[in-house]
T-cell receptor, first 112, second 116 residues
Framework: KAGVTQTPRYLIKTRGQQVTLSCSPI?????VSWYQQTPGQGLQFLFE???????NKGNFPGRFSGRQFSNSRSEMNVSTLELGDSALYLC???????????FGPGTRLTVL | AQTVTQSQPEMSVQEAETVTLSCTYD???????LFWYKQPPSRQMILVIR??????QNATENRFSVNFQKAAKSFSLKISDSQLGDTAMYFC?????????????FGQGTTLQVKP
């Protein structure tokens, strides 16, 4: 089976812009979770989607949003980018509750 | 709130030797899942091992094994016969059972260097 894929792998944006990141889960996986990784804050949970429904959300401002499509692919959007949004964004997919999460290679976002 | 603590920011080990990475966690839940993930310089997060809290037997995967002490809320990772390819950052992670579905809580990570 193909692993989790994320596009794009690298992205450079300027403050105030918005960005959309995409995640394609492992075939058959219906849960997609998103994480932000920074040197200062480590790995932090953004949100989780299962069957097109957001089931869980981390402590991030409303500028961070996401959605999931009927084929389980997920996107996350960050509006009005800030310098502090520069990070590695990881998505992970799993079969569902309690199942192991498998990670994609990440999208490296740089905000200038 | 659940927390995960890795008290060793950096460790090193000689090739072929054994090393143990520490992890403690805090939760009021009785059933949960614990994981060790490895993140090499490529930044790809790779599952190393998984432990279900209801299982008393410690999980093993080839050269990797855990020492799960539920009462002490401790979950250490032992790497035997260390190889150069084991050089990476290692994260301990917690996932609750019914609460906070789909959410992994990570420790701060331990950078492991395997020396030739």
């Amino acid at each position: 089976k193909a692993g989790v894929t994320q596009t794009p792998r690298y992205l450079i944006k300027t403050r105030g812009q918005q960005v959309t990141l995409s995640c394609s889960p492992i075939s058959g996986h219906r849960s997609v979770s998103w994480y932000q990784q920074t040197p200062g804050q480590g790995l932090q949970f953004l949100f989780e989607y299962f069957s097109e429904t957001q089931r869980n959300k981390g402590n991030f401002p409303g500028r961070f949003s996401g959605r999931q499509f009927s084929n389980s692919r997920s996107e996350m959007n960050v509006s009005t980018l800030e310098l502090g949004d520069s990070a590695l964004y990881l998505c992970a997919s799993s079969l569902g509750e309690g199942d192991t999460q498998y990670f994609g290679p990440g999208t490296r976002l740089t905000v200038l | 709130a659940q927390t995960v603590t890795q008290s060793q920011p950096e460790m090193s080990v000689q090739e072929a030797e054994t090393v143990t990475l520490s992890c403690t966690y805090d939760t009021s839940e009785n059933n949960y899942y614990l994981f060790w993930y490895k993140q090499p310089p490529s930044r790809q997060m790779i599952l190393v091992i998984r432990q279900e809290a209801y299982k008393q037997q410690n999980a093993t995967e080839n050269r990797f094994s855990v020492n799960f002490q539920k009462a002490a809320k401790s979950f250490s990772l032992k790497i035997s016969d260390s190889q150069l390819g084991d050089t990476a950052m290692y994260f301990c992670a917690f996932m609750g059972d019914s609460s906070n579905t789909g959410k992994l809580i990570f420790g701060q990570g331990t950078t492991l260097q395997v020396k030739p």
